[in-house]
């Protein structure tokens, strides 16, 4: 069997992380190297490397993941289109992803540039 990614790890309470919502699917929790205000990664439970490599069989948990990100932002009170937040998913090399498990960024709290670099 192949080793634990970080990610799994914080899943299984292996290492901490500040979990901010968890559900039968995902788990979500606060980045250890905020790049702004909030900055919440939401993660499928499933070890899914990376967007590439999902499947039609995961079309329900990108969705959740997706929907879990909106609430989180409500609930951090970034939905107004006054405010507003940014969803990235990093992939592979070039795309910046150092975790092989799929995650979802969620970032705001401040006025973020475009385009990223
Ligand atoms: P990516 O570069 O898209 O693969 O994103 C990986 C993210 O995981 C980075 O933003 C890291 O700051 C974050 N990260 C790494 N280790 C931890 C950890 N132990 N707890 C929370 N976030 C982490």
New binding site residues.
């Given amino acids: 069997m192949s080793e634990k990614t ?1 990610f799994e790890r ?1 899943i299984d309470r292996e ?1 901490p ?1 500040d979990i901010v919502h968890e559900d039968e699917i995902c788990l979500a ?5 905020p790049q702004a205000p909030f900055h919440i ?1 939401i993660i499928p439970k499933k070890p899914i490397p990376r967007l590439g490599e999902a499947g039609n069989e995961d079309q329900s948990a990108l969705g959740h993941l997706l929907l879990t990100a909106r609430s989180i932002a409500s609930d951090l009170g970034l939905s107004d289109k006054e405010k507003g937040f940014r969803i990235v998913i ?1 992939n592979g090399n070039d795309g ?4 092989p498990h799929l ?1 979802v ?1 969620l970032i705001g709290g401040r006025a973020l540039n475009w385009p990223p670099g």
């Avoid at 910046?96 to 975790?99: A, K, Q």
């Fill in positions: 970080l914080i290492i992380a929790f606060k980045d250890i190297a990664l990093n910046g992803e150092t975790v995650h960024h």
